[in-house]
């Protein structure tokens, strides 16, 4: 009979946890979405930077290449 209730009260512990495990998840998730934003934004500004900076190259080839 002890072992069936320590048995049980695994389980019983192990779902508790499950449960708090994905209460956290679920509490993550903006967390997440926010992330997913800034990296967007993050790669769409060095996207940006990049390009003015091939731009300004260019004009400066051009400019030595006309001397």
């Not at 903006?30 to 940006?48: C, D, M, S, T, Y």
């Amino acid at each position: 009979m002890k072992k069936i209730l320590k048995e049980f009260a695994m389980g019983i512990v192990f779902l508790f946890a499950l449960v708090i495990l994905a209460g956290l998840g679920l509490l993550l998730l903006p967390l997440l979405f926010v992330a997913g934003l800034l990296l967007r934004v993050l790669i769409v500004f060095a996207f940006i930077f990049g390009a003015v900076w091939l731009l300004g190259k260019l004009v400066l080839y051009l400019f030595s290449k006309m001397k």
